[in-house]
């Protein structure tokens, strides 16, 4: 079992920069595919970002492609998502989520792929 701490949020300014970590306790970061998804209010909680267990592949949502930026340092059991040109569609708690698998080339972009979550950060960016 892994747990997921969330940091990094607040309130930027549209064109803005944020970068949130995802700290990970508990069993071997490294095993886990991971992922960064958001929420809006009133909204399903959505996709943004994927990472394979070792870094070598990553996936975007078009929403965020050029502009976010998701890495992974398993020596410090740390995700991050480096957010930059920030605009107000992207205000909503963005939670880190964890998937064990024993495969080093898989990643995952469905909630439902998922089983390790944190409690998620709050972004709002203002126009």
């Known amino acids: 079992q892994v747990q997921l701490v969330e940091s990094g949020g607040g309130l930027v300014q549209a064109g803005g920069s944020l970068r949130l970590s995802c700290a990970a306790s508990?069993?071997?970061?490294?095993?886990?595919?991971m992922g960064w998804f958001r929420q809006a209010p009133g909204k399903e909680r959505v996709f943004v970002a994927t990472?394979?267990?070792?870094?070598?592949?990553?996936y975007y949502a078009d929403s965020v492609k050029g502009r976010f930026t998701i890495s992974r340092d398993n020596a410090k059991n740390t995700m991050y998502l480096q957010m930059n040109t920030l605009r107000p569609e992207d205000t909503a708690v963005y939670y880190c989520?964890?998937?064990?698998?024993?495969?080093?080339?898989?990643?995952?972009?469905?909630?439902?792929?998922?089983?390790?979550w944190g409690q998620g950060t709050q972004v709002t960016v203002s126009s």
């Open positions: 508990g069993r071997t970061f490294s095993s886990y595919a």
């Open positions: 990472i394979t267990r070792s870094g070598g592949s990553t």
């Open positions: 989520a964890a998937r064990e698998t024993p495969n080093p080339s898989y990643y995952f972009t469905g909630v439902n792929n998922y089983n390790f």
